[in-house]
């Protein structure tokens, strides 16, 4: 299998009701998760070499739904369904990350 060009990683974690640190499930990342996979079966992104994964908890909950792309590592969080094909075509695409979904610089603070 070749590398990849880019690749997703889509968190999709759930907690119960009422933990501590809260979800990205709890704020919609099904949806976030269900465009990104439509995006890539409509523009047939797997086959140009994209590679796209769900994952357990990528750290910032407060802040989800979140994504990071690598090799760059760039998160995106608060993400919605409207934003994915923003960065599907932006920073997959034309290698330019969509500024206005960037997580925050101290996010890791």
Not at 5 to 33: A, F, N, T
Not at 62 to 86: H, R
Request: charge should be neutral; glycine fraction near 10%.
């Amino acid at each position: 299998m070749p590398k990849p060009k880019k690749h997703i990683l889509v968190c999709v974690q759930g907690r119960p009701q009422g933990h501590p640190r809260g979800s990205c499930q709890d704020k919609g990342c099904g949806q976030v998760w269900q465009a990104f996979s439509d995006e890539f079966t409509t523009r047939n992104l797997w086959a140009a070499g994209f590679q796209l994964t769900n994952t357990g908890c990528l750290g910032p909950c407060q802040a989800g739904p979140t994504a990071i792309v690598y090799p760059e590592a760039v998160m995106y969080t608060g993400l919605k369904p409207t934003d994915v094909s923003a960065i599907v075509e932006e920073h997959l695409l034309l290698d330019a990350p969509v500024e206005r979904l960037l997580a925050p610089a101290d996010i890791w603070s």
